[in-house]
């Protein structure tokens, strides 16, 4: 396969993440109108993709060898911060409309900027500064604080703590990624929240119709195939070139608002993700030069 057609299956796999992710939210968010609660959702986003991301493994990484771990503390760190974040992200959906908790979640790179600063004390210039700002400026053009008919606090907070911890989540994959398989990383995180879930259920737990519980069984396939697919695409192309295509799911968000919950986005929805947009697209360029220039550093001259 030429360098081009890896490239091009590496974004059509991207796009595939985001509109499976974008089903998966679509189809939670019509659950939660039943009274289905967030840590309901973890368990059953988990539970019912955990079988899809056992089958990739056991097909076509490596079987159940590449399960193993040399750092099993570690993945429990990633799992419980993971967790806290889908649980911030499944409570955002709930007190939200669909647009405007899909759009604050991809405050998440604007966050992991402000970590890599404090904890990893990684350089940040100017202009990545300036992208943070234009982020923030663009929650609060969505948000509209104070404004007849903007987000609700309990809303915005669970939105933008959701975005905080996917950027801590971000961090630690790094460095988990230098030791651990990929298909150890997410079946970990996936069996962590379905048994987190499970202990949860017992005391949060509903009883409900059964087209929710199909809403929920659809959630968990299409929750397990977006990470699998998102994955995958990884190991294509450069994340520079597939992460752009993530906004698409602000665009997916938009449209299952609009169709499926009689939800059009406000003017300031979408001035809002356009800016947050802006921002996470050019911090994701500014890190693919920042690396560019690194290995080219790295690479010793010619004798």
């Known amino acids: ?76 760190g990633r799992s419980a911060l993971g967790i806290a974040s889908i649980l911030c992200v499944f409570q955002t959906l709930t007190l939200l409309p669909l647009a405007d908790a899909t759009t604050l979640s991809f405050t998440a790179p604007v966050f992991a900027t402000l970590l890599s600063f404090l ?60 030791s651990e398989h990929v298909a150890a990383i997410v079946f970990w995180f996936f069996a962590a929240s379905s048994a987190v879930g499970a202990l949860l259920l017992p005391f949060v737990g509903h009883v409900h119709a059964p087209a929710t519980y199909a809403l929920l069984v659809g959630a968990g396939v299409t929750g397990g195939l977006a990470q699998l697919f998102m994955t995958a695409s990884l190991q294509r192309a450069p994340v520079a070139v597939v992460a ?42 500014r890190e693919h030069v920042r690396r560019r220039q690194r290995l080219v550093q790295a690479t010793p001259p010619p004798v």
């Open 1 to 76: 396969m030429s360098s081009s057609e890896a490239i091009g299956r590496g974004i059509a796999l991207r796009v595939a993440a985001a509109g499976c992710f974008s089903v998966m939210a679509a189809l939670l968010k019509l659950a939660s109108l039943d009274g289905v609660v967030a840590p309901e959702m973890l368990f059953y986003r988990a539970f019912f993709g955990l079988p899809v991301v056992l089958a990739w493994v056991m097909t076509g990484q490596g079987g159940l060898k590449a399960l193993s771990t040399r750092r099993p503390w570690a993945h429990v």
């Open 119 to 178: 904890i990893l004390k990684e350089p940040v210039g100017p202009r990545r500064w300036a992208a943070v700002a234009v982020g923030f400026i663009g929650v609060v053009v969505v948000t509209r604080p104070g404004a007849a008919g903007g987000v609700p606090l309990e809303g915005l907070a669970f939105g933008l703590t959701a975005a905080l911890l996917t950027a801590g989540v971000t961090i630690t994959l790094r460095q988990l990624r230098d």
């Open 244 to 285: 752009p295509f993530d906004y698409l799911q602000i665009v997916g968000a938009i449209g299952f608002g609009w169709w499926l919950l009689a939800s059009p986005p406000s003017l300031a929805t979408l001035a809002g993700a356009g800016l947050i947009g802006a921002s996470g697209l050019y911090t994701a360029w």
